[in-house]
């Protein structure tokens, strides 16, 4: 089990779907959705939540920085 | 009586600069201008008033770098001569479309090409009617004496920062080399970081203040609407100069039957050919226009009553004599006398053509 | 606890590890998705924040897809004409020696047109940063060939391959101003993964503080995408860069000085 439980939170709106968090993720939590948000961009969502550890990847990779990332001690 | 000097005309730029608070020089050597930056490099102004001089790797690298000090609401200059002009073309159309206070100084040379290192006025089109791309305009002072470039560095900063606009000295070899008596004028501190901010902290790039806006130096504006708008206040600009900053002098005009209309060394030329032509009988005077742009347009058309043909005299082919002729609207013979490619006319010649081309009509 | 609350209850300020630094804008970045100057520009908000140097630093920017990087860092700029900006940054950094400047430039700007002003900037050893973004073509003007293009690279102005008989070869100008006595830090970096970030803060970090040390110039190259220019997706381009890229401008620093 892991130590740390981790979430991020994508500005869907402003995500242009480019997948670049999606490879960077080293547990697979994210995914393109199969919807588009306003600007026609399958935006980025946490499809396996469970796995997110909090590592940060997906925020530093993220070139439109639209990832915001938390992390808490898993209890 | 201030500081009185026998000096040329280039080295008075330099001390004009240090004397009038000027923070920076960039230049690239170039004849017949190189002693402005040489005196520059001997007078070492960054131990006496903390103005940097810097020798660039080109005329290109010297413009742009002034662009940077410009941004920074610095007083900063160049200089250099007619190729090395037409390569910071693209600087100078950079920071009018920036809105950017700067002094160019082009001591002319005759061209086209290399040409010939010899004095020439033959770039008054480049000066006066862009040389860069774009719709704008440079406020263009011509010195016509030693004193006038000590004058016009003090001046040309003065209209630059009244206009936000870049303004240069368009001179020639005649007056850079010439040596001629010059009252220097006082030592004018270099601005304080607070006058700065109080007189170019709308737009400086100096640091964003805490809680303030930021500035930001650019000339693009991609939309067509606001890059429109923008232009029709350049354009606002460019007429408020025509209305309030034009200058020029008038030499035995009151009762002249014919005008010379002549700027920088053929003005001096043409003061002599006044006295000769009067020694012969012809009442002729002068106007000599102190400003390229904004051009004394009106001054022109004032004499239009009295004067029965003009006689524009410049050495080039023939450029300021369209501004008279657009001035003039046909009402009395306009004509053109000039020697070029480095070639300086005679009084005796300007007398002839006067007699040739005016009153031979 | 269902996954919903437990997601719920982490999300919360004290939990917070990654967001967006507030020197960077709101608005919204015009570059295609996956666009490594968006990276870049982040890394360097990032770093002007964690310096506390929001009011002291001024940014050049360049003519090519980042020309319009003064929308995005909340600091004062300057718009350089196409390859310049090394000069702005040298008067800007000698009149205002107290401040911290910093060019961005593409590899069209800084290896082609603005060849001599880099040179010459790096050989005086002007107090500044500069950031090159090599993403080995021409982003703005629609993929035409870089100085940086490789060797067969198709771009729009190299149909067939850049044949570098003709062209020349790929610059390696972090290689070549390394040779340069006035540079104190040339390094080449990457920021495909959340580790060559992490790397790459580093050494912006280190450039501004060789600024305030009054060090001369630090030079950061980084070995970016465009992903538009090379036909590829995102995730594709990091692939190609990593196995094309990477062998001809090998990553890491040059000099440290
Ligand atoms: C003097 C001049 N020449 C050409 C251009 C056209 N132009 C604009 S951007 C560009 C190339 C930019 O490429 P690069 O520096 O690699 O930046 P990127 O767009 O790839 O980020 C060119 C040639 C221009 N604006 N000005
Ligand atoms: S990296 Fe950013 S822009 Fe790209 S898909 Fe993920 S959240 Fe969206
Ligand atoms: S064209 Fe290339 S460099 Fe320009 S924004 Fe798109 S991906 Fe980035």
Redesign the pocket.
């Known amino acids: 089990m892991a130590k740390f439980k981790g979430a991020i939170v994508v500005d869907t709106e402003k995500c242009k779907g480019c997948g670049l968090c999606v490879v960077s993720c080293p547990t697979a939590v994210i995914e393109l959705a199969r919807g588009v948000n306003g600007k026609g961009y399958h935006y980025a969502h946490m499809a396996n939540p469970d796995a997110c550890i909090g590592c940060s990847s997906c925020g530093l990779v993220c070139p439109d920085t639209v990832i915001t990332v938390y992390r808490a001690k898993a209890s | 009586m201030g500081d009185v000097r026998l000096m040329k005309g280039n080295e008075v730029i330099a001390e004009a600069a240090i004397r009038c608070g000027c923070d920076g020089y960039f230049g690239y050597p170039i004849t017949p201008q190189s002693e402005i930056m040489e005196t520059l490099m001997i007078r070492k102004p960054e131990d006496e008033t903390g103005m940097v001089v810097l020798q660039a790797e080109s005329e290109v690298a010297a413009i742009n770098m002034v662009y940077g000090g410009a941004s920074c609401g610095k007083k900063v200059m160049t200089s250099s001569s007619s190729p090395g002009i037409s390569l910071k073309a693209e600087g100078i159309t950079y920071l009018a479309g920036a809105e950017l206070p700067a002094l160019i100084v082009n001591i002319v040379r005759g061209g086209p090409g290399l040409g010939t290192i010899q004095p020439a006025q033959s770039d008054y089109f480049q000066a006066v009617k862009g040389g860069g791309h774009g719709d704008y305009k440079l406020i263009v002072l011509a010195p016509a004496s030693v004193q006038e470039m000590n004058d016009f560095v003090d001046l040309g900063f003065e209209l630059s920062f009244k206009y936000l606009n870049p303004a240069m000295i368009l001179s020639d070899g005649v007056i850079g080399q010439m040596m001629e008596k010059v009252e220097l004028s006082d030592y004018k501190p270099r601005w304080t970081d607070e006058e700065i901010e109080k007189i170019s902290g709308s737009w400086a790039t100096n640091g964003k203040k805490a809680g303030g806006e930021r500035n930001i130096s650019t000339s693009l504006d991609l939309d067509s609407a606001k890059q429109e708008v923008f232009n029709h206040k350049l354009q606002a600009k460019y007429r408020a100069m025509e209305e309030n900053d034009v200058r020029f002098e008038k030499i035995a005009c009151d009762d002249a039957d014919y005008l010379f209309v002549a700027y920088g060394s053929s003005a001096r030329i043409c003061q002599k050919s006044v006295e000769l032509a009067r020694e012969k009988g012809i009442k002729v005077g002068l106007l000599r226009p102190i400003t390229l742009f904004p051009y004394p347009t009106k001054q022109i058309q004032e004499m239009l009553g009295q004067v029965k043909g003009i006689l524009s005299v410049e050495m080039s082919a023939g450029q300021m004599v369209e501004d008279v002729r657009l001035a003039v609207e046909g009402k009395v013979p306009v004509e053109h006398f000039g020697r070029y490619g480095g070639i300086i006319p005679t009084p005796e010649e300007v007398v002839e053509a006067l007699e040739e081309k005016i009153l031979g009509k | 606890m269902t996954a919903t609350t437990e997601i719920n209850n982490i999300i919360s300020e004290e939990n917070l590890v990654y967001k967006k630094t507030d020197v960077l804008l709101d608005n919204e970045m015009?570059?295609?998705p996956?666009?490594?100057?968006g990276v870049i520009h982040k890394v360097i908000a990032e770093v002007i924040e964690e310096m506390d140097i929001q009011d002291k630093t001024i940014g050049v920017s360049p003519v090519g897809?980042s020309v319009l990087a003064y929308n995005y860092l909340d600091i004062d700029w300057q718009q350089a004409a196409h390859g310049r900006a090394p000069a702005l940054a040298t008067a800007t950094a000698r009149l205002m020696p107290e401040k911290y400047v910093f060019t961005y430039q593409?590899d069209g700007d800084l290896a082609s047109i603005g060849c001599a002003e880099i040179i010459h900037a790096c050989n005086r050893g002007e107090n500044i940063v500069v950031v090159f973004v090599n993403?080995a073509?021409y982003?703005?003007t629609g993929?035409q060939m870089a100085p940086t293009t490789l060797e067969n690279q198709v771009t729009a102005t190299s149909p067939y391959g850049r044949d570098c008989a003709s062209t020349g070869a790929p610059m390696k100008i972090s290689e070549m101003v390394s040779l340069l006595p006035g540079t104190r830090f040339v390094t080449r970096q990457s920021a495909e993964t959340a580790g060559a970030v992490r790397k790459l803060k580093k050494a912006i970090r280190k450039g501004f503080e060789n600024t305030r040390e009054k060090k001369g110039l630090s030079f950061i190259e980084i070995v970016g995408?465009?992903?538009?220019?090379w036909k590829l997706s995102p995730t594709q381009s990091n692939e190609w860069m990593k196995e094309n890229m990477f062998p001809y401008y090998p990553l890491g620093t040059l000099k440290d000085e």
């Open positions: 015009h570059y295609c996956g666009c490594t100057h897809c593409g993403n073509i982003g703005m993929g995408t465009c992903s538009s220019g």
